[in-house]
């Protein structure tokens, strides 16, 4: 006899086959799916998704989930998402969660969960060896790089301000992704304590800009304590000269913080030494597996050199937690970030990286620094088509050049362009604006990603972009 909220093990297992198999042919045929399909509000309401008295067949709402609920929604690990940054997720990291799910595992403390706890430093310990960083190094799994780089900055703060923040002030690019803004506002800083850097024609950030910035808060009484370095902005790829920024901290005493989160995943490509020269001279890096490491959402972690600050940062001992002191080798990651209840994110990369050894990742890294630098070359020998931002970190940046427009005409065409093949659904692309002209950018790091899937999107940008301009001319002639 089952409970309230129990199935028979026969219903168990039958909705578990069947909860898998569409997992599986949803794999085998994102090809074939739209990239994304977005409902409006009126049509979402229109889904019979009130709640009742009495349950409904699971085999019932099951097929709802799929077909309907799922069904808006963009696929981010499809071969042609190329919009923001994907999430390519490998079908281990899918097992992961399910495991995590099912057995319903709390990472708080080494007393709850002390098997997956060592799986979680473990995995920290792997990444920390390969950024040349010290064994007092601590971090932990988050949510995401929002989490990872608010956690960052908190540390900062504790290490090099104390009690009063009031004149403190964190220093980034133009380019640094929007998270720094949010983790400034929610960490209790005024907007003026936030200073953006103006970055150069390649997008990193201005080393002599930042230095005059630098002199100037200090004459007028400030406190500079922190600067973000971006490792592979969200716009271009842009990697900050690492090296230059750790020698200009140092002098300073200032944290050097790096944003990570899409880029750092590829120092493990062959390329590192090329790119990440001086990641070793951070004080704290944010990582995004569920980017660059092909992992499904949400997975990302945080390193921090000065270990004892980031737990001195966090660490409260309430008396119902009183059982879980530990040695400190015996990690309670509850003490190293906001989170009691949490899951244990690091199994799923730690999986992957089990079934598909380091050496295929760095092959699928490596893939797609070829695939964009492919692009790169492919788009540039089509004449409507112009690049604007080379291949960096695999992203790329283009405009499209063909037909008599203002400018202002023609950076409304690219939103159209990307609005008209987005709703087309073949593939998924977004904008962004490059000195002032509105590009469009494409993101090709998702293994799964072939030649075929970007000449197809861009012979249909094309032509999405030609009747755009004839329905543009037909409307004045209107006129």
């Known amino acids: 006899m089952t ?56 085999d019932e709402v099951l097929a709802q989930v799929i077909e309907e609920i799922f069904d808006g929604s963009a696929r981010l690990n499809h071969p042609r998402f190329f919009a923001f940054i994907p999430s390519p997720g490998n079908y281990i990291s899918v ?23 060592e799986v979680e430093l473990r995995v920290l310990d792997w990444f920390r060896k390969l950024c040349d960083f010290p064994e007092e190094t601590r971090g932990l799994f988050v949510s995401g790089g929002s989490v990872a780089n608010m956690t960052a900055l908190a540390a900062a703060r504790f290490d090099k301000l104390g009690e009063d923040q009031s004149r403190g ?45 630098l002199a100037e808060d200090t004459k007028a009484g400030r406190r500079p304590f922190c600067v973000v370095a971006n490792l592979g902005t969200t716009n271009f790829g842009a990697i900050d000269a690492l090296e230059a920024l750790g020698t200009i901290c ?82 309670n990651f ?8 949490r899951r244990p994110r690091a199994l799923k990369l730690w999986l992957s990286l089990q079934v598909f050894g380091e050496d295929a990742f760095r ?11 492919r692009a790169e070359q492919s788009i540039s020998s089509l004449e409507p088509w112009e690049i604007k931002s080379g291949a960096q970190l695999g992203i790329v940046a283009f405009r499209y050049v063909e037909g008599d427009l203002e400018d202002e005409e023609r950076n409304q065409l690219h939103l159209d362009l990307v609005r008209a093949i987005n709703e087309d659904g073949l593939a998924m692309i977004s904008s962004t604006v490059f000195l002032g002209e509105t590009v469009l950018r494409l993101c090709l790091i998702n293994p799964s990603t072939q030649i075929s ?25 209107g006129d």
């Open 3 to 58: 409970g309230p909220l129990e199935l028979a093990p026969e219903e168990m297992r039958s909705l578990g086959y069947k909860a898998i198999d569409a997992i599986v042919e949803h794999y085998q045929s994102l090809r074939d799916q739209p990239a994304v399909k977005t409902f409006s509000r009126s049509e979402t309401k229109k889904l019979d998704l009130d709640f009742r008295k009495e349950g409904r067949s699971p």
């Open 95 to 117: 097992i992961a969660d399910l495991l995590v799910s099912g057995f319903n595992v709390f990472a708080g403390t080494w007393l709850a969960s002390s098997g997956p706890s």
């Open 169 to 213: 002030v964190i220093y980034s690019s133009d380019q640094t992704h929007s998270s720094i803004d949010r983790a400034v506002r929610m960490l209790g800083f005024r907007r003026d304590q936030l200073r953006k850097i103006a970055s150069d024609s390649q997008g990193r950030l201005d080393l002599a800009a930042l230095e005059l910035a």
């Open 250 to 331: 140092r002098s300073q005493d200032l944290w050097l913080h790096g944003d990570g989160a899409f880029g750092a995943g590829a120092i493990l490509s062959s390329r590192k030494n090329e790119l990440f020269a001086g990641v070793e001279g951070l004080d704290s890096l944010t990582v995004d597996p569920h980017k660059w490491l092909f992992q499904t959402i949400e997975c990302a972690f945080l390193l921090v050199k000065k270990g004892s600050v980031l737990r001195d940062c966090f660490r409260i001992r309430p008396d119902y937690l009183k059982d879980v002191e530990r040695a400190d080798e015996e990690r």
């Open 334 to 341: 509850c003490d190293y970030g906001i989170q009691l209840t």
């Open 363 to 373: 092959e699928a890294i490596d893939y797609g620094f070829a695939l964009a630098e």
């Open 453 to 477: 899937d970007l000449e197809r999107t861009m012979e249909r940008l094309t032509a999405l972009a030609r009747e755009l301009l004839e329905e543009g001319k037909a409307a004045k002639s």
